[in-house]
């Protein structure tokens, strides 16, 4: 197990020198008794690759959007909610594909987020792009491990949020 975490963190720091969607079926929770004259609705349990698409996608989106137009204090709240998320999601399923999920998250994303707090701090562009662009690459790193690598992750070129302003008010 710590081999294939080393060889992750290898991989990551890798594919970062160079230059969401999971899926698996959780088993859901046993279901409540059915209410008289009806039968209990199961309650629905987010995937790997739910989390990832719903929840991880779009504040990766938001966090390298208000990056490259420099609104830091949007950058500063996206890189929250994303690490919020991520913390999230390492509660929600312990294990993926036999492999300790928190201990990729650390591995894989927390040390390119602390590089991107570094780089919003000092309001910094070119580290901000830099840290952001480690960041990705960590992502895809771990869809490697885990068999994923048909799941690529870039930095955005669009807004998928056209009803969000992201530049900066002065």
Not at 17 to 27: C, D, E, L, N
Not at 107 to 117: F, I
Not at 148 to 158: C, M, Q
């Amino acid at each position: 197990m710590k081999i294939r975490l080393a060889l992750i963190a290898a991989l990551a720091a890798l594919v970062a020198g160079g230059g969401a969607g999971f899926s698996q079926t959780a088993q859901p929770p046993a279901a409540a008794p059915a209410p008289a004259g009806g039968a209990a609705a199961t309650p629905y349990v987010m995937t790997m690759g739910d989390m990832m698409n719903t929840l991880v996608q779009p504040r990766h989106i938001k966090l390298g959007l208000a990056g490259h137009a420099e609104n830091w204090p949007l950058a500063n709240y996206a890189l929250a909610e994303m690490r919020q998320v991520f913390a999230g999601i390492a509660k929600a399923q312990p294990k993926f594909a036999g492999m300790p999920v928190g201990e990729l998250i650390d591995v894989a994303v927390n040390p390119p987020l602390k590089a991107v707090e570094v780089a919003i701090k000092q309001q910094d562009a070119q580290k901000f792009a830099t840290a952001y662009d480690q960041l990705t690459q960590g992502c895809n790193a771990c869809h490697m491990e885990l068999d994923h690598a048909y799941v690529v992750i870039k930095a955005p070129d669009a807004t998928a949020f056209p009803n969000q302003d992201f530049n900066a008010k002065r």
